[in-house]
């Protein structure tokens, strides 16, 4: 099963910017979606966006114009670009991969994110 590794969380202060990683053990891109989900303390985990085989990309309305989602062309890594950052962002974020075809599923471990002044 393939393996998939978040970087890039921090403490950021509203408005400001990060950009996340999600480095895979192999080149996932061709069959996967590729997703970024996150979970605030005592809320469920939610979909931020995902990025389609064909590079079509679709997010969720509290992120839609900040974020953007991006994968390099070896297909390893996927990005998350995140811009305006407001404390309600605040969350792990997590980085998903899901077979088209077989629809299995594998998660990172998580990567931190704070919004706060």
């Known amino acids: 099963q393939v393996q998939l590794v978040e970087s890039g969380g921090g403490l950021v202060q509203p408005g400001g910017s990060l950009r996340l990683s999600c480095a895979a053990s192999r080149s996932i891109f061709l069959i996967n979606r590729m997703g970024w989900y996150r979970q605030a303390p005592g809320k469920e985990r939610e979909l931020v966006g995902f990025i389609t085989p064909d590079g079509s990309t679709n997010y969720a309305d509290s992120v839609k114009g900040r974020f953007t989602i991006s994968r390099d062309n070896t297909g390893n890594t996927l990005y998350l670009q995140m811009n305006s950052l407001k404390p309600e962002d605040t969350a792990v974020y997590y980085c998903?991969?899901?077979?088209?075809?077989?629809?299995?599923?594998?998660w990172g471990q998580g990567t931190q994110v704070t919004v706060s002044s």
């Open positions: 998903n991969a899901q077979n088209i075809y077989s629809r299995a599923s594998a």
